[in-house]
């Protein structure tokens, strides 16, 4: 089936300790997004990737870096976590203009 | 930039009763407005979604009304159920591939 796969889906790091996240996608979609999503609040958009355009939104912080090598793929790099970066972490996928399609996330804790 | 406000922020039914939330955006360029639907610990995914040139849409159970002079949108969900329960994001996008702005949420409880 054709899906968004994010792995893994429980990430635990210490504080300062760099991490990856990472987004595969088979649906061939050319727009790839993050977002963050803390407890009870709505995903926030951190940035997202027309083909290989990249759209950084102007609060995410510099912390936060994303690649996406190919079409398939996409990740977000997380340089040096800090306590206020534990969150669920959201890609999601569309074709121009249509619907998003989310994968099940990736649950980060910062110890 | 797009600013989408939405209300209640929650929301108690009785099954059966049907539930109404309230979003209103900014930008009046908008022309593409996506309802998800999150249950705990889960990924959104869309239930309903409507573009500019439609003033509503329904299916099923659930309807999508559009105001552009007004701007804003509602959802309506008739004959609740306790499957309905879960947190509701209204969204606003220019389309093409210009990001999506979501509301704040309604977290919806159909009580059986």
């Known amino acids: 089936d054709a899906m968004v796969i994010q792995n893994p889906r429980y990430q635990v790091t210490q504080f300062g300790k760099p991490v990856t996240l990472s987004c595969s996608q088979t649906?061939?979609?050319?727009?790839m997004y993050w977002y963050q999503q803390k407890s009870s609040q709505a995903p926030k958009l951190l940035f997202h990737y027309y083909d290989k355009d990249f759209n950084n939104e102007a609060d995410t912080p510099d912390n936060f870096q994303s690649r996406r090598p190919n079409t398939s793929f996409c990740f977000l790099d997380i340089r040096s976590p800090g306590l206020g970066d534990a969150a669920m972490y959201l890609c999601?996928?569309?074709?121009?203009?249509?619907?998003?399609?989310f994968g099940p996330g990736t649950r980060l804790t910062v110890l | 930039g797009e600013n989408v406000e939405q209300h209640p922020s929650t929301l108690s039914v009785q099954e059966g009763d049907s539930a109404v939330i309230k979003c209103t955006y900014s930008d009046s360029a908008s022309n593409y407005f996506p309802w998800y639907k999150q249950e705990l610990g889960k990924r959104p995914q869309l239930i309903i979604d409507i573009r500019s040139n439609v003033g509503e849409k329904k299916d099923q159970r659930i309807a999508v009304t559009l105001n552009k002079t007004a701007k804003h949108f509602s959802l309506h969900i008739t004959e609740t159920q306790p499957e309905d329960s879960a947190v509701y994001f209204c969204?606003?996008?220019?389309?093409?591939?210009?990001?999506?702005?979501f509301g704040t949420g309604t977290k919806l409880q159909v009580i059986p």
């Open positions: 999601a996928t569309s074709n121009t203009g249509n619907e998003q399609f």
């Open positions: 969204a606003a996008s220019l389309g093409g591939y210009q990001k999506v702005t």
């Open positions: 649906l061939n979609h050319n727009v």
